[in-house]
């Protein structure tokens, strides 16, 4: 079965950069959406941003001119480049892709701790 692996997380301080990674363990055909999504402790699972096959790229918010997303169609790998860290963007960092099919992959998470 096809897995999704994180990585690139790790502690930084405050206002430093972290990049995050996803590649798939196997191939994915007809991939729709890549996206990055986060949960904090105590907090429901969010989305970071996504960016669609064609289409449009989106962010939470909260994030906006600060990560950005892109995605290697090549080797199907998404990454998420996140600058000017903020103690509030702890997280475990989620990658997801969904297929054109409606099938959806997940990670297991990687942490981000943003801390002095």
């Known amino acids: 079965q096809v897995q999704l692996v994180e990585s690139g997380g790790g502690l930084v301080q405050p206002g430093g950069s972290l990049t995050l990674s996803c590649a798939a363990s196997?191939?994915?055909?007809?991939?729709?959406?890549m996206g990055w999504y986060r949960q904090a402790p105590g907090k429901q699972r969010e989305l970071v941003a996504t960016?669609?096959?064609?289409?449009?790229?989106n962010y939470a918010d909260s994030v906006k001119g600060r990560f950005t997303i892109s995605r290697d169609n090549g080797k199907n790998t998404v990454t998420l480049q996140m600058n000017s860290l903020k103690p509030e963007d702890t997280a475990v960092y989620y990658c997801?892709?969904?297929?054109?099919?409606?099938?959806?992959?997940w990670g297991q998470g990687t942490q981000v701790t943003v801390s002095s």
């Open positions: 196997g191939r994915i055909f007809s991939i729709y959406s």
């Open positions: 960016l669609t096959s064609g289409g449009p790229t």
């Open positions: 997801s892709y969904l297929t054109t099919g409606a099938s959806a992959y």
